[in-house]
């Protein structure tokens, strides 16, 4: 492919020459020669400082946003008006525009989008389809499993993987779509046919800075991103702002369709949870599908509905989204337990905003309820570093209310002191009036808790979920909650290498 045909409909100000272009990269550690390098000014970083790096790895081509950077004769040129559109369009461009080929499903939201994600992934399988899959916990490509260093990737990255997920044959593909993704234009000349919206709390205010804003990237999603509207939009009538979107979408979308746990076009009926799942009649605008899953939990059944009007909207059957709802086991680091053959539960959860907290809490205090015991709950906890500062006390004060203990820690810390972050968290922890102690050192607060556990008590690790890494001042260090309470048991004395003591979904 050439120069100009990779650059056909970006918004180019200028340009020269007509190389072959044998890839594009926007990282210049990953120029090969014969690449086209886009030099992108970033919210942290101005990728047109690396030009002379790209040039000099063997790029034959730059395209620039920046109205400074004086054009070298050794390579073909580009001025364009907006880098990340230009990147999002090339890449369609290169890969031979792979999401006009694929009847694409976006979620946002604030919570609730990896397990509503996995829930159409597998409806869509039980309808018999394939699918790619693209998210915060993980990458589904042509078979293989990826992972997920952000939720939603750069628009070169997901081109390429909807190329090579097209070429093994798949037909859909379902995305969790980021706030700053479509703040920043990630996603921009994604075509999306369905788009989901799950509920919208406080999170991310570091960089959206108001609810407001933070907002208006959501609605993005449903008014097109260089695109037009999707054609069907599933919105969470519970939310307030779910009914805000409604009334957009009603002008721009030939289908809207509403859920919620007891209105809406889909809503749920005869809800029974206990210990091993769910059981609900899904009633849509002209059945009522009887479904049983294996996940648990009031926050899961709207998970459910939004994930069956999605696939109502795809035109699956009431049999595909029974059989990929019962189909669905687990969702990595959601609410998921580590079974060492102990007297207690232990269970990691990815909550991380105050709702999440909220909502996490109360289905532990539900779980020991309906266990027979008078268990408590014991939350282990952390804000993260240099992200929005107001969310910590609310935070606080939601695992506080929630729990019967709480062990204040670290969460990611990034640049932060750990201990200035508790201190922040500590406010709304105390307003609560719950039993707490603090433990900068994460490991060390998974054992106190751990330890202070109890025959019939649950302890909940909350914040990481499906993470791998603490992140700190000094960068990434592995750390896996799941993990790390498995050794703690083990060294406890508890029986973690039978096949029925493995992380598990409660079911």
């Known amino acids: 492919m050439n120069f100009l045909q990779v650059l056909y409909g970006a918004e180019v100000l200028a340009q020269s020459g007509n190389p072959s272009i044998t890839g594009i990269e926007y990282d210049s550690r990953k120029v090969k020669a014969g690449d086209l390098f886009v030099a992108v000014k970033g919210d942290t970083s101005d990728g047109n400082k690396f030009i002379g790096k790209a040039i000099a790895a063997g790029a034959v081509a730059i395209v620039t946003d920046s109205t400074e950077e004086k054009p070298p004769q050794t390579v073909s040129w580009a001025q364009v008006a907006h ?6 369009r090339l890449s369609a461009n290169f890969y031979r525009k792979p999401a006009e080929r694929l009847a694409i499903t976006g979620i ?46 750069e628009s070169l990255e997901l081109n390429r993987m909807l190329g090579e997920a097209l070429g093994h044959g798949a037909t859909e593909a379902v995305m ?11 996603v921009y000349g994604i075509p999306f046919d369905v788009a989901v919206f799950t509920n919208l709390t406080q999170d991310h205010l570091d960089y959206h800075h108001t609810m407001e804003e933070y907002f208006a990237s959501k609605r993005i999603l449903f008014e097109g991103c260089g695109t037009e509207a999707p054609r069907a939009a599933v919105l969470n009538v519970d939310d307030d702002y779910g009914q805000k979107l409604i009334q957009i979408s ?17 809503h749920a009926g ?100 309906n266990s027979g015991h008078k268990g ?22 939601a695992a506080g209310r929630g729990s ?15 201990l200035s972050i508790i201190n922040d968290a500590l406010v709304g922890l105390q307003r609560s009036g719950t039993k707490y102690k603090t433990e900068p050192d994460r490991e060390a607060a998974i054992a106190l808790a751990i330890h ?22 000094d960068g990434a260090i592995p750390f896996d909650d799941a993990q790390v309470a498995r050794d703690i048991l083990l060294e406890a004395g508890y029986d973690c290498a039978t096949p029925r003591a493995a992380a598990e979904i409660i079911r």
Do not use: W
Not at 250 to 265: D, H, I, N
């Open 83 to 88: 880098g990340r559109r230009a990147l999002a």
């Open 108 to 153: 946002t939201g604030t919570n609730g989008k990896s397990t509503t994600a996995f829930l159409i992934e597998s409806i869509l399988s039980a309808a018999g389809r394939k699918s790619a899959l693209v998210g915060t916990i993980e990458y589904h490509i042509a078979g293989k499993t990826l992972s997920a260093p952000h939720t939603t990737p």
């Open 176 to 186: 969790e779509v980021s706030s700053h993704a479509l703040a920043q234009q990630r």
């Open 250 to 266: 009603r002008k721009r979308s030939a289908q809207v369709l509403t859920y919620g746990l007891a209105k809406g076009e889909f």
């Open 270 to 369: 005869n809800v029974e949870i206990t210990l091993h799942g769910t059981k609900l009649e899904i009633i849509t605008p002209s059945t009522r599908i009887p479904v049983f899953s294996p996940l648990i939990g009031h926050v899961n059944v709207i998970n459910i509905l939004a994930a069956a009007g999605a696939a109502y909207a795809r035109n699956c059957s009431s049999d595909a989204i029974a059989k990929g709802v019962e189909s669905l086991a687990r969702v990595p680091g959601r609410f998921e337990r580590v079974n060492c053959n102990q007297p207690f539960t232990v269970v990691v959860d990815y909550a991380h905003t105050p709702d999440a907290l909220k909502n996490v809490t109360a289905l532990a205090r539900n779980f020991v309820r």
């Open 376 to 397: 408590r709950v014991i939350t282990v906890f952390g804000c993260g570093g240099d992200r929005d500062r107001t969310k910590r006390p609310l935070m606080g004060e």
């Open 404 to 418: 019967d203990f709480v062990v204040l820690t670290s969460d990611n810390p990034r640049s932060e002191d750990p």
């Open 452 to 473: 202070e556990a109890r025959a019939g008590d649950i302890v909940l690790l909350a914040g990481k979920g499906h993470e791998k890494v603490q992140i700190q001042r």
